[in-house]
């Protein structure tokens, strides 16, 4: 049985060591075909560092002289292609995950990173700025192998994005990131092969002299599962250790005591896959997958080596109803793509750092792809919905406790004006920024509201012929089934009818669908309501009997 490669990188140390590795060599011989220039952007520890140290090995030459042609990758998918292994080119791998304290620190650190690259090639290099440097350093390794170079830069994006909350640091760094990167472009014909990771693109509008040439592949649906594990993937590499750590999980949670290997396989994918970039191509998280397979274990691996609490305060604070996507909010490649320095939209940023992925990919009616964002798996969704329910609630200004008693005795005592009273006042108390002309939003802004309310709330729940919109299981086994229709409607008395019948047609489609016989057994009382919303909020419930 092959190791885990925990905290492994480096791609010859993965091989020669005997690791599992998932053979991305398809992808790589794609990308090394034509002398290109990319960038990719991933979610941290996706394994980006590890797919550059597979072209630095590649381009870099069989290591071992007297070892057949395709060194490395001779059990690989492109050690059996018609890949020349005999050429051999300088490699440079810049790794900016750089201390950016101050500007003065980042330019003797790039500057450092530089001499110390040069060094092996036994070339010296000068110049007064750290861009200086680096075309002094692919113009020397040019002229002494009379060949072209390489280039591979890790984490470009990173003295950004580690001092985003203080922009004026900020644009100093971009100022110097900008003037390194654009030697790129002026080194162009000496660089057979360029590729550029980050996680975001925070910097990448203000680097666009510098980087815009990058074909971003990103979200092209040929590489989508460049990064990550495939189920494929996951099956084929991973097989012996699923049945190693099904001994050791049986009868833990979420594990059955009778479990299969497939019953085990079932949870990793809950918890750990439906990362996509294309809307076709899910991916599980491969950190996760392989601290669980360490660990034996479940848990919020890569929540808790992330270091973005207070990002995703931030973002909760500005839009909470982003951190559980939106089917209803399509989003274009330019927005998805789109970002600057203090203005990068909540979506955008939820989806570049792995809190959102693709959905679904549609069309635009005017023309143009559309995206829909989701929140991927369990461990995402562990953290995005507390945080959305406590950014709710800080939002209404209003105390759960006291929310559910007062919920509940409406519901009890089968009182449709208070309980319409209590529903409209917490759309009502929702800031007008966060209103959004859909019914996604008002099915949000409920989940979130009754989410503390007893054991369990669960939307879209799965019946024979349809979905309930939500279920609430409030203390004593008292079920709420509730459906919601909207309608934009007007600012006229018509409203106050429109909302009305709304929450008739939404009682009738519980009735109509048996929204409410899943639960029959299980309830000590089942409630069926039926609310109508319009546009900003307006609300009517009916309780059916």
Not at 265 to 284: E, H, I, M, P, Q
Not at 448 to 466: D, L, M, N, S, T
Request: glycine share 8%; hydrophobic share 40%.
């Amino acid at each position: 049985m092959k190791k885990l490669p925990i905290g492994m990188y480096t791609f010859e140390k993965l091989i020669k060591g005997g690791h599992v590795y998932a053979d991305k060599t398809r992808y790589v011989y794609e990308l090394v075909q034509t002398e290109g220039a990319f960038f990719l952007s991933r979610p941290r520890r996706f394994g980006k560092s590890l797919l550059l140290s597979t072209f630095e090995s590649l381009f870099s030459g069989p290591p071992e002289p007297d070892g057949t042609p395709q060194g490395l990758f001779k059990d690989l998918w492109i050690g059996q292609s018609d890949y020349d292994f005999s050429q051999k080119f300088p490699v440079v791998c810049l790794d900016m995950a750089l201390n950016s304290s101050t500007p003065e620190v980042l330019n003797a650190e790039i500057e450092d990173m530089l001499l110390k690259r040069a060094k092996p090639f036994g070339v010296e290099i000068d110049g007064p700025t750290p861009g200086s440097m680096l075309e002094s350093l692919i113009n020397c390794l040019a002229d002494k192998y009379n060949t072209k170079v390489v280039l591979l830069i890790d984490e470009y994006d990173s003295p950004v994005s580690d001092n985003i909350d203080n922009i004026a640091l900020v644009l100093k760094i971009r100022d110097i990131l900008k003037s390194f990167y654009s030697k790129l472009k002026s080194c162009d014909k000496q660089l057979r092969f360029v590729f550029v990771t980050g996680v975001t693109r925070y910097a990448f509008m203000g680097l666009s002299s510098g980087l815009n040439h990058l074909n971003d592949i990103t979200l092209t649906q040929k590489y989508a599962g460049i990064c990550g594990f495939t189920q494929d993937e996951f099956k084929t590499c991973f097989s012996d250790h699923l049945e190693v750590a099904l001994e050791g999980m049986r009868g833990m949670d979420p594990v059955p005591a009778d479990a299969t290997v497939a019953d085990l396989a079932d949870c990793f994918n809950k918890w750990y896959d439906g990362y996509s970039w294309d809307g076709k191509t899910r991916v599980l998280n491969p950190f996760s997958i392989l601290k669980c397979l360490e660990k034996t274990a479940f848990s919020n691996y890569w929540i808790q080596t992330n270091p973005s609490g207070s990002f995703l305060s931030k973002i909760a604070a500005r839009n909470p109803l982003a951190l559980l996507g939106d089917e209803a909010e399509k989003i274009s490649e330019e927005i998805l793509g789109l970002a600057e320095v203090g203005s990068l939209g909540p979506v955008p940023a939820l989806f570049q750092t792995g809190y959102l992925t693709v959905d679904k990919v549609t069309a635009f009616d005017g023309g143009g792809t559309a995206f829909t964002m989701k929140i991927p798996n369990l461990e995402i969704k562990r953290t995005n919905i507390p945080l959305f329910v406590d950014s709710i609630y800080s939002l209404l200004g209003c105390d759960p406790a006291t929310e559910r008693d007062t919920f509940k005795n409406a519901i009890m005592a089968r009182d449709q004006a208070r309980l319409t009273e209590i529903i409209d006042s917490v759309f009502a108390g929702l800031p007008a920024e966060h209103h959004a002309n859909n019914e996604s939003c008002y099915h949000k802004v409920l989940y979130g509201y009754c989410h503390k309310f007893g054991r369990i709330v669960i939307p879209e729940r799965k019946g024979a012929i349809g979905n309930s919109d939500l279920v609430v299981i409030l203390p004593g086994r008292l079920y709420a089934v509730i459906e919601l229709k909207f309608d934009a409607g007007d600012e006229t008395p018509k409203q106050v009818r429109l909302v009305s019948r709304l929450a008739l047609e939404a009682l009738e489609a519980i009735e109509k669908k048996d929204y409410w016989r899943p639960f029959q057994s299980e309830a000590n009382e089942l409630v069926k309501i039926g609310l109508g919303v319009s546009y900003r909020g307006q609300c009517q419930a009916r309780i059916g009997d």
